[in-house]
């Protein structure tokens, strides 16, 4: 009992139960665990990648966040390390784009493991539409997808992209910046929320 399996839409088992936990399929690939390890299953129900991982993440853009005693890397279906576990940490931002972390700092890197800015930031957020928060000594400005600066770190708080324009908290109130960075609409607003197909909800400061 306990233990975790996968079927097909008839309820026939494709693997039977004995894998102490099995995670969402995502890409084509369900992560399980066995013990303290981690290892991949395709949606054929065939084991791809044994439970050799500390830590694996789900498969994005065709590679996955795994670690070894090492640190951490990427690897790709067939388990190669496509990024070599130096990092103490990496995380998928979207995009093609991976935050990875050394010595509490973040950086980031792309799908070849070339680093577009070394880690030196508290936090990266995901990308959306090309640009990323991040975090530098308790304030926010947005990344572009080769590392240089939208903005720089100026608002107190910091939303993802969307429908080309970004909401971002600043000592009056919170406003709304477009994608070369300037502010687009002052800030009149205590409370706004993310544009979405040309509208959003705020709640006006008067």
Avoid at 71 to 84: A, D, Q, T
């Amino acid at each position: 009992g306990g233990k975790y399996g996968i079927i097909d839409s008839t309820g026939s088992f494709l693997l039977e139960p004995a894998f102490h936990r099995i995670y969402d399929c995502k890409s084509g690939y369900f992560r399980y665990k066995n013990g303290d390890y981690f290892g991949f299953i395709n949606i054929e129900g065939k084991i791809t990648l044994e439970a050799i991982f500390e830590e694996a993440h789900d498969f994005n853009e065709g590679l996955a966040v795994a670690s070894n005693a090492l640190g951490f890397g990427l690897i790709n279906p067939s388990g190669k390390w496509v990024v070599e576990p130096i990092w103490d940490q990496l995380l998928y931002l979207g995009e093609g784009r991976w935050a990875i972390e050394k010595f509490g700092k973040f950086g980031m890197i792309d799908a070849t493991g070339k680093v577009l800015f070394s880690p030196q930031f508290d936090i990266v957020y995901h990308f959306s539409e090309g640009f990323a928060p991040y975090m530098d000594d308790g304030l926010w400005g947005y990344l572009k997808m080769d590392g240089s600066f939208l903005t720089e770190p100026v608002f107190p708080l910091a939303w993802g992209f969307s429908d080309l324009t970004a909401r971002v908290a600043t000592y009056q109130g919170e406003c709304y910046i477009d994608t070369s960075g300037q502010v687009k609409l002052p800030p009149r607003y205590v409370l706004a929320r993310d544009f979405s197909e040309k509208v959003a909800r705020v709640q006006p400061l008067y």
